[in-house]
């Protein structure tokens, strides 16, 4: 996290040199295809396609960063570079200084300065910056990446977040009455003392707040992925429930 924020400031030193204003700009991610070309030992051509209605500069700054892959050591810094070449809804960023070990691959995670919207900045498109999609118990997603920061209002916000309280209720009270054999003591945190399914059961929009909280602080095992929030909800309660010092 600490690299991560030190080349965030690198980037805004970078902007500001260019004499761009960079508090209208908003860091987000965006996934890479299996289109990669080595342009020669320590530089490669990466791809990324945008919807229609985003679009990108040419020499556009980005940093590269892997996603988490069962462990947390794929979830790091992969290089930098701009953008080189534009061809359509394609954009192809020459990324170098990847010290990190770790093979470039399709589905990392390219971030760059966006104009911001006017949209309500909650936490959902915090966690779309991140490319972070929610899903309920069914699968079904929660939210657009993509379409959340063209046009996402406090009840949008409000509606989600009920929608996933609600969700997270269910999936305890389902697992209490089907299979309480799961139910896990949490050992520390704010929950300690109480079980994981019962918390899920009684969950309130606090409680996920406090997690979402800690997922846009610690976003690198939860970035670029899509994910049940009940499940990852629980993993966090079991965890202790890790919170964000304010």
Known sequence: MKQFMLFVMLLISMLSFAQTDTTNKLLRAFPITDYMIDLNDSTKLVQIEMPENLK???????????????????????????????????????ISNNSSGQTITKGDLLYTFMEKTKIYNGRIPQLAAHFIRLLDVYDTPLYDRYTTFLKWSRDDEKKVMDSIVRDIRFTGEYFLKENPSMDVLIQKGDYKGHKTLYI???????????????????????????????????????????????
């Open 56 to 94: 990108l500069k040419d020499k556009q700054i980005g940093l590269l960063y892997g996603v988490y892959e069962n462990s947390s050591a794929t979830a790091i810094q992969k290089g930098y570079g701009k953008c080189q070449l534009i061809k359509g809804n394609y954009y192809y960023f020459a």
């Open 200 to 246: 899920m059961a009684e969950c309130a929009e606090t409680d996920v707040i406090k997690f979402f909280d800690y997922m846009i602080a610690r976003p690198r095992n939860y970035a670029g992925k899509e994910w049940k929030v009940s499940e990852i909800f629980a993993t966090w309660l079991s965890e202790g429930a890790p919170t964000v010092m304010k």
